[in-house]
């Protein structure tokens, strides 16, 4: 028995080292099969032959397929090879058959190894596959839509995408018949819009050589109407493969003769714009000399600030200019006009906190007993307000407005007093003068209504509704129907400039002629001088005067003529807007407590 053990131990050796060749294992075999049927009367010999029998017989099977083993280990390039090398692996595996419950032979090992590996480079095919024939297919739907949409070159496009993928056999063999399909459907759309294309060219043609043939055209509306028709051109260009050299040839000669005279027009542009860059940059040369070798010891403001705003105004009449270099000049110009515009900033904010304190000097001269002293001192206040440099114009108006309410109330103080001094010799003429005053104040707050609705329009705010609001207010007054008209008259002087605004400045203009006139006729009646630069134009009124037979010293009193003249002065348009000569209006008419009205 222990002779029958090794036997068959040795066998098994055999089959898990794969250490002998088929021979020797039948002739150990053959041995054991000897010992076997001599020893029947055992038991156990029967399992022990079938045993051996079937090891033997997987011997034979793997001793059969060894020589094939080799030649599958070894990895295909092509894909159609690897499908076939698995499918040969595993029909091996599957002959053989080798039991579960033995180690694997090194040979078996590599081939399942071999398998799995193949497995695995099929499935990445496989998806590879299903991912270029989803993205094939996608293309194709949308080669579809652009011939179902007439976009050629997009079509064409996709096709050059397409093409490729007619070499891969699996994606091919379900894109190809669809592909060919639809590349006919475009050769019949490119045959047709070839057709519709060269009638349209041929117009385009036509309608370029008429711009070229029509004299007397504007340049800039020829231009683009040019860059119009080789727009539409392109576009035909872009719808079809097929292009007429001799059309093109022909719309290009078109569109060249058609453009001299746009050429000519853009050469004159190029010099303006070469003549205003180098007046912009005269601008500059000059604003930095002048401010180099300025005295700012002593400055003159006003020139300076005329200066600064003049250079503005001309900075924008020599325009325009070409980008690059214009770019350069205009960073020179706001830098200057920055340094500029900072100095007369600070100065303007010294001269308001300059008037701020007149303004505190004044506001005392209200306690002040005296008030024949205190109306002496106001007029010094507002002599020594004249010396002082203006601020911003908001704020030049402000206090101003405020300085003038205080002066009227010194002046009513000092009226009061003299009332006082001798009530019953003055009754009558109070009486007159009340009446006067209650006209005068009715004119202040007629003449703040107009002021009001043309502030409205200075600020866009103005609308006919609020015209005829005040037109209503002004005709439900007391005052006798020629002051009325008079307002009526300034208050549709506004309302016109709502349907025609670019007669403001016209507007403006006669406005300050006529304030200018007022002020002459009240320095005629109080006998004083006028400024300088008024002598001529005063003098030419006291010509009319005279030619018209007319006395400049009448025989009505004085207030009343005074009086006459500060209706005319509210009649006057945009009075509030000529601060100098409303100064000057108010200094002549102080006396006779016509005051502003707050805003």
């Known amino acids: 028995m222990n002779a029958l053990s090794a036997l068959v131990a040795n066998l098994t050796d055999e089959l898990q080292l794969e250490a002998g060749p088929l021979s020797e294992c039948k002739i150990q075999q053959n041995e054991l099969n000897k010992v076997l049927r001599i020893l029947t009367y055992k038991q156990d010999i029967p399992e022990l032959l079938e045993r051996s029998q079937q090891q033997l017989d997987l011997l034979v099977r793997y001793q059969q397929h060894t020589s094939d083993l080799d030649g599958l280990l070894a990895l295909p390039e092509s894909d159609a090879e690897q499908e076939k090398q698995l499918k040969q692996i595993q029909k091996t595996i599957k002959l053989i058959a080798w039991p579960s419950n033995l180690p694997l032979p090194r040979l078996l090992q590599q081939l399942e190894q071999m398998q799995s590996t193949l497995k695995q480079a099929l499935e990445q095919i496989q998806s590879k596959n299903s991912e270029a024939l989803a993205h094939a297919s996608e293309k194709l739907n949308l080669l579809t839509s652009c011939i179902n949409a007439g976009e050629t070159l997009n079509a064409q496009s996709i096709i050059d995408e397409l093409t490729p993928y007619l070499h891969d056999p699996i994606v091919s063999a379900h894109i190809e018949k669809t592909f060919k399909a639809e590349i006919a459907r475009l050769n019949e759309l490119l045959e047709w819009q070839s057709f519709a294309t060269q009638a349209k060219k041929e117009q385009l043609c036509l309608q370029m050589e008429a711009l070229a043939e029509s004299p007397n055209q504007e340049p800039s509306a020829l231009a683009e109407r040019i860059k119009t028709l080789q727009k539409e051109w392109k576009q035909l260009d872009q719808q079809g493969a097929q292009h007429s050299r001799e059309l093109w040839q022909r719309f290009h000669q078109a569109s060249q003769e058609a453009y001299k005279p746009c050429d000519e027009h853009f050469k004159r542009l190029s010099q303006e714009r070469a003549w205003n860059l180098s007046q912009r940059k005269a601008i500059c040369e000059y604003l930095s000399d002048y401010f180099q070798h300025l005295d700012w010891a002593a400055p003159d403001w006003k020139a300076i600030d005329q200066i600064a705003h003049t250079a503005k105004q001309e900075w924008k009449r020599f325009t325009p200019v070409d980008r690059s270099p ?259 209006f108010y200094e002549l008419t102080q006396e006779h407590s016509l005051t502003e009205t707050h805003h």
């Open 326 to 584: 214009g770019k350069l000049v205009q960073q020179q110009f706001n830098e200057l006009i920055s340094q500029i515009d900072h100095k007369i900033n600070a100065h303007k904010e010294s001269c308001a906190e300059m008037k701020k304190s007149l303004l505190a000097q004044a506001r005392t001269l209200l306690e002040l007993e005296d008030k024949r002293d205190a109306a002496e001192q106001i007029k010094r206040l507002q002599q020594e307000w004249k010396t002082v440099g203006t601020t911003f114009h908001s704020l030049e108006r402000r206090l101003w407005l405020e300085l003038r309410e205080i002066s009227d109330e010194v002046f009513a103080h000092l009226k009061q007093t003299q009332r006082q001094d001798n009530e019953k010799a003055k009754q009558v003429a109070n009486h007159r003068q009340k009446q006067q005053q209650q006209h005068l104040q009715l004119l202040k707050r007629m003449s703040a209504l107009c002021e009001n609705v043309e502030v409205l329009y200075a600020e866009s705010t103005l609308t006919p509704e609020l015209c005829l609001e005040a037109l209503n207010t002004l005709k439900s007054t007391s005052l006798p129907a020629p002051v009325i008209e008079g307002f009526i008259g300034r208050i549709k002087r506004v309302e016109s400039l709502l349907d025609n605004p670019d007669t403001l400045d016209a507007l403006l203009t006669r406005a300050q002629e006529e304030a200018r006139l007022v002020c002459i006729r009240l320095e005629i009646l109080k006998q004083q001088p006028s400024p300088e630069e008024d002598e001529t134009l005063r003098m030419a009124y006291q010509m009319q005067r005279l030619q018209d037979s007319l006395d400049s010293a009448s025989n009505l009193s004085h207030d009343a003529d005074v009086t006459d003249l500060i209706t005319e002065w509210s009649f006057v348009s945009f009075s509030w807007q000529f601060n100098e000569i409303e100064e000057r």
